[in-house]
């Protein structure tokens, strides 16, 4: 699919809004956006040209070239707290640097319809929450659609 704007299901980010209450929308445009405040790869809103500090971000950047997202949401992670949906590629060096620097893994039990695709998302999706840490991450599979964060 040549598409790499897989919008985020409202239902999904309302239940991740629940317990985060974000404030920043880290990857999105004036199409998609899930929060008011948001970055993406406009020219006045470029998310690699921004330094958020005491954010609460919400991340789904495009799948197309995950690994400069990875490295942004770990370092905008420094400063903030950041929830990011990504494919569960983990065969892939991007995925195994979020693994490494998350302190919470969830699995998504069910595949995300995302917003104005003609086809199912092919892989699965997991969310990380990347912060600094000394052990090894919390992993769980959550099943969205049938239950709250």
Same mark, same amino acid.
């Given at each position: ?22 404030t ?10 899930k *929060? ?6 406009d ?25 400069p ?14 929830? *990011? ?7 892939? @060096?991007?995925? @195994? ?20 695709? @003609? ?16 052990? @090894? ?13």
């Amino acid at each position: 699919m040549s598409n790499q704007n897989w919008e985020t299901p409202w239902e999904l980010f309302y239940k991740l809004d629940r317990p985060f209450d974000f404030t920043l929308d880290g990857a999105a445009d004036s199409t998609n956006f899930k *929060v008011a405040n948001y970055y993406g790869l406009d020219n006045n809103r470029d998310a690699f040209n921004q330094d958020p500090h005491r954010e609460i971000i919400f991340c789904n950047p495009p799948y197309a070239d995950m690994a400069p997202w990875a490295g942004l949401v770990i370092q905008w992670s420094y400063d903030n707290i950041v929830a *990011v949906l990504t494919q569960d590629k983990t065969d892939t @060096k991007w995925f @195994k640097y979020l693994w490494e620097h998350s302190s919470r893994v969830r699995f998504l039990h069910h595949r995300v319809p995302f917003i104005g695709t @003609k086809t199912s998302n092919m892989h699965g999706a997991t969310i990380f929450i990347p912060v600094p840490r000394l052990s @090894k991450p919390v992993v769980d599979i959550w099943d969205w659609q049938n239950e709250e964060w």
